[in-house]
């Protein structure tokens, strides 16, 4: 591995950097604290739904634990985007061919070029609501909720 050389260039760039990965992880945690939330608010009304001990006789099964399936898998996409970025930035700030002054251009702050990582961040963005909306919309039509 290169050895950087300090200089306040240098500085500058690696902060640069480091606040890009700490706003992914800030990403990261918001995601996991609502996924969190989001799952614990869909099991109390599958229970309160139900009179028998088995929780699938609740009014609401299997709706609930389709709907928590599939805000998992929407929220997992999205985290799975913002580790990607972070990794990318960590490999930038431990391989960046940067050396102060004299390669001024060796370095670019920009990362490879990836189109997947701002598509999968952003189906947590678009497809909770929609899966929302879907659940909300199928639960008003069914005739098992007066529908």
Not at 60 to 78: N, R, T
Request: charged share 15%; net charge neutral; aromatic share 8%.
């Amino acid at each position: 591995m290169a050895e950087i050389e300090r200089s306040s260039e240098n500085d500058e760039i690696y902060r640069t950097i480091r606040s890009e990965i700490n706003a992914e992880l800030a990403l990261i945690t918001a995601r996991v604290n609502w996924l969190i939330a989001s799952q614990a608010f869909l099991f109390t009304p599958l229970v309160m739904g139900t009179e028998t001990d088995r929780l699938s006789d609740s009014v609401l099964f299997p709706a609930i634990p389709v709907l928590g399936l599939l805000l998992c898998g929407l929220i997992l996409v999205s985290i799975i985007a913002a580790v990607w970025r972070s990794r990318q930035w960590r490999r930038k700030a431990r391989h960046g061919a940067y050396r102060g002054e004299t390669a001024k251009d060796a370095f670019s702050i920009v990362l490879p070029h990836t189109p997947l990582i701002p598509v999968l961040g952003m189906i947590g963005c678009i497809g909770v609501p929609l899966v929302l909306i879907a659940t909300w919309l199928a639960l008003l039509v069914s005739p098992a909720f007066g529908g």
